[in-house]
């Protein structure tokens, strides 16, 4: 009898020893799935600020282009507006794609195209409105982050990287299931980047990125 009492203790203690593991297993992988949401979290604060400070910076450029039409001459105005070039640009695609990418594109062409000549009345009045576009990009940039549960902490904005892209560095804090008190507090922000759409006139357009921090 005792042989038996003692092999059913050894069972319950390995039965509640290998419960005990596969707790901590499922805890750890659990941790590694939350990494991968909070990950996630980072990517898409990323990627919705870097769509929203865009948004300002066309603001800015279609203030510029109604600024640039209103000083023509007659003589240009008998030719043709920036405004109507972009309508007329804008008609010509074909795509399947909604109306505000067909406006971007438009505007890029014709920028790109009037660039391209040495608009020399163009580039100042562009590069003045988008640079007095910042503040609020990077404000709106900043806005979403915060309102999507990322982090700004160690974040960055960037007008605009080399894909002539405005380039946003988010992140999101990270906290797991199990151990967390061993993270240390300077490892908990997972980041990523997120990439608004590119604006090709730059190409012609004299322009210093600038880089600025949250």
């Known amino acids: 009898m005792k042989s038996i009492h003692s092999e059913k ?4 203690i390995v039965t509640l020893a290998s419960m005990g593991g596969m707790i901590v297993m499922f805890l750890i992988i659990f941790s590694m799935a939350n990494a991968f949401l909070v990950k996630g979290k ?5 990627e919705q600020a870097s769509i ?39 008609q010509s695609i074909m795509r399947p794609i909604s109306d505000s990418e067909k406006e971007r594109i438009a505007i890029n062409d014709v920028l790109s195209s009037e660039l391209s000549v040495l608009n020399l009345q163009l580039s100042p009045i562009l590069r003045n ?4 576009a910042l503040t609020n990009a990077q404000q709106a940039a900043r806005d979403v982050i915060l309102a999507n549960g990322g982090e700004t902490l160690n974040g960055k904005i960037i007008f605009f990287n080399s894909n002539h ?9 990270y906290e797991a299931f199990f151990m ?16 608004g759409p590119k604006l ?15």
């Not at 929203?52 to 910076?57: G, K, L, N, Q, R």
């Not at 008998?78 to 804008?90: S, V």
């Not at 409105?129 to 007095?132: E, I, N």
């Not at 210093?208 to 921090?213: G, H």
């Open 42 to 46: 980072a990517t898409n604060s990323a």
């Open 129 to 132: 409105k988008m640079t007095g």
């Open 52 to 90: 929203a400070a865009s948004a300002e910076m066309y603001k800015a450029i279609n203030e510029a282009i109604d600024e640039y039409d209103a000083q023509l001459t007659l003589d240009d105005l008998l030719a043709e507006t920036l405004r109507d070039k972009i309508q007329d640009r804008k």
């Open 180 to 195: 967390d008190s061993l993270i240390d507090e300077s490892s908990r922000n997972i980041s990523d980047e997120g990439y």
């Open 9 to 12: 203790g050894n069972i319950t």
């Open 165 to 173: 892209q405005i380039e946003v560095h988010a992140s999101a804090r």
């Open 200 to 214: 090709s006139f730059l190409e012609k357009l004299s322009w210093s990125v600038q880089e600025r921090n949250f």
